[in-house]
């Protein structure tokens, strides 16, 4: 773990299998046709709060509603015209499955998404509106990805995987070349910047692009306490399983191990990764509707919710949180309201 | 009403008593240390909803979560040293209450507030978190604006109104003019913009700003369909009074009457009113978070309100919707995503 302000070569960013910053602005330049460069945005409340400079990265605001976008879209708008005529095929718990469809739609490419049959019905609708062709799994007894594989080698379909694939992590690593250009513009640096992590795309990516340009700031994941699977990756040093049984309300953050492609780049660049509750996640979507005006899905609001239950030090420090997803259902958005 | 494609001298916003484009560009100058450029965004969904490209001016991201911090930081950055010294009173439904509030405090001015006892707890505790001094009074017995007197009276503290004054209207007009700047950086032109009207200093300065800057943009009101005094007012060419009994879940939009400022100003830069009914409001709240995630109070989703409902005909045009104010009880939310 390198969590000190040690300028790191771009050769050691190839050496542990992360993007280039090189790649990282291409990517930024490639999907500036139809992605958002979202806001930074600010409570004084929040700030109040804590004790800090809290800033957030505002992902939700993104097409599709999560930073997946920047990901499928970096992916399929470098397909040739063969694989373009071909489709794809992605396996997502939900916003990948938005995305990869919503950039297939726009470059008309016919897309096949294999969803857990529990994943939430705005995600589910989402992708079929998108006009993709919408296979439905059980989380707990199929193997996505071989069905992914089946449809791939009937059709000829592209597979887009969620996070471990370069041009993934290149796309979502975007986030973080927005936050540093952002805080660059306002002669800010970061002490901290926090981004969810299931399958560890974004972090990786947001990890690759702020510790290339601003080595001074930390970048930690943030996940569901069931599944923590990176923290205790991270402490042992290899890729460790979640529980069969795990359960969160973060449907958004449900991997078994690490990713393949991502696990290193995360041991090498991450200062460490944190865990929140249930409860805390709920806390943080309540307080993100109130006085940041967003509706953030529970997967998306693990950053905030670590901030507000103090499992990292914030008091006079500048940190950005990635509000990553805002896909959630308006029913289970009242309970938490209600709550 | 001028909706047509006329270039406006600067003279005849003078002569309607409008704040002119020179004075609008100094309000954003000033205002800039502490407002949010709040951002333009759009969504896939809606657009294919509605047959018309609809671009959204968050203001729920605004400081205090509504357009009504512009006006008040306008106002309150202009007080003499000695008037900073003795204080401001303000009456206000809310959002005005917020706005100011949260201008003095951050410079550190007194601020007294007269708010109805009736108003969402969310814009009453807000108020006192920001340090004010909250009054509560009775919207159908109590006259607002003599208590409001009385305590200048007595206390020598300057009065902020909520928009019958050229300050605030001049403030309320910089998200006329971000709109068009932002749009001209695009090589777009707008058909049409649409703001809340309550006492109509959002949509007189909106008027004021567009219409200079952009002739062929047509700038509409959106009234509450029981506080529809605008659109009877601009019928009949004199003010009109809403009924002592209206009632509206806008709890931001309720008026008696047209300000004495801002009525000539509507009367001479709108295209027209339009007014939607609770139901049509609901539906709007609920299409914002679903596809913008975006909090957006009742009165803040009016104009969204009138694009979904085909109050205006959007085909194959650019409408800017300004979503004005996202200050919701959690609990009154709940219970629209509910229904």
Do not use: W
Request: charged share 20%.
């Amino acid at each position: 773990m390198s969590n000190t302000h040690t300028p790191l070569a771009p050769a050691f960013f190839s050496e542990v299998g992360a993007p280039s910053i090189t790649q990282i602005e291409a990517a930024a330049a490639r999907i500036r046709e139809h992605a958002v460069v979202t806001p930074l945005l600010e409570s004084a409340v929040i700030n109040e709060l804590t004790g800090g400079r809290i800033l957030f990265k505002a992902e939700v605001l993104q097409v599709a509603g999560s930073f997946k976008f920047r990901g499928a879209c970096n992916r399929l708008m470098q397909l040739s015209p063969e694989q373009k005529q071909a489709g794809v095929v992605a396996f997502s718990s939900g916003n990948h499955a938005l995305a990869t469809s919503a950039v297939a739609k726009l470059l008309g490419v016919k897309a096949t998404i294999i969803m857990p049959a529990d994943a939430p019905k705005t995600k589910v609708e989402g992708a079929r509106d998108n006009g993709a062709t919408v296979i439905l799994y059980d989380r707990h007894k199929d193997d996505r990805e071989a069905i992914g594989a089946e449809i791939s080698r009937q059709s000829g379909a592209v597979t887009v995987p969620p996070y471990d694939d370069l041009y993934i992590m290149t796309g979502q690593a975007t986030v973080g070349l927005e936050i540093v250009e952002a805080l660059a513009d306002v002669d800010v640096v970061a002490d901290v910047v926090l981004a969810a992590c299931s399958g560890g795309g974004l972090v990786g990516g947001v990890a690759s692009a702020v510790r290339a340009k601003s080595p001074a700031t930390a970048v930690y994941a943030v996940e569901p306490a069931e599944f923590d699977e990176l923290a205790r990756s991270l402490a042992s040093g290899k890729p460790e399983r979640n529980s069969p049984d795990a359960k969160s309300i973060c449907d958004a953050l449900q991997v078994v191990t690490p990713g393949k492609l991502t696990f290193p780049v995360n041991q090498r660049l991450l200062a460490g990764s944190l865990s929140v509750t249930d409860d805390e996640v709920r806390d943080a979507m309540r307080v993100a509707f109130k006085h940041l005006k967003l509706a953030v899905e529970p997967g998306g609001a693990v950053g905030l919710a670590a901030v507000l239950a103090g499992k990292l030090d914030v008091k006079d420090k500048t940190v950005v949180v990635i509000l990553s997803g805002g896909n959630v259902d308006g029913d289970f958005f009242a309970k938490v309201l209600g709550g």
